[in-house]
């Protein structure tokens, strides 16, 4: 009888789950936190392909992470959102990046880590204000002095997992 009453347990305690996982794989989420002027948008998980157009203007750091993007173009966030400071986008399909990205932003902090690029994105138009980069595990082969050069204000570029 002890075995019975454990396998139905059991059984029950794996359905409620299996409910509560498929809910949460089915119903994409968009958590927005404002906290003393600053406003977080995440998009986690969601099973994006692309960076949604309808992001709050205001926006100071924006989370993508573990989504299915592969791709950042320049329509993305070019003079779209001038206070923005973050981005986190590791965990995508991401292999390209537009010359030319995030201009008119406060960009200070990128990670693109656990992707599929192959070249070094080009982050000049935020030269001044970029200072963390972290690009590990991606397909970046070589670096050169003008994918960095004009980099001004970055104090760290984390390339860890990369074949240089």
Aim: hydrophobic letters at 40%; aromatic letters at 10%.
């Amino acid at each position: 009888m002890q075995f019975i009453l454990r396998g139905f347990y059991s059984y029950f305690y794996q359905s409620i789950m299996e409910s509560v996982l498929r809910s949460l794989l089915f119903f994409h989420t968009l958590c927005v936190l404002e906290t003393s002027g600053a406003l977080t948008v995440n998009l986690t998980a969601n099973g994006l392909v692309e960076i949604p157009d309808d992001i709050d203007k205001a926006v100071t750091e924006v989370i993508l992470n573990l989504n299915y993007i592969t791709e950042i173009k320049r329509v993305d966030f070019n003079y779209q959102y001038p206070e923005l400071v973050t981005i986190y986008m590791s965990d995508n399909n991401l292999n390209s990046v537009e010359h030319g990205c995030f201009r008119d932003t406060k960009l200070k902090r990128i990670n693109l880590s656990d992707n599929q690029l192959v070249h070094f994105p080009d982050f000049c138009a935020v030269n001044d204000t970029l200072e963390w980069i972290t690009i590990n595990r991606n397909r970046i082969n070589v670096i050169t002095s003008t994918d960095v050069g004009c980099l001004e204000a970055v104090g760290s570029i984390w390339l860890g997992g990369n074949p240089l």
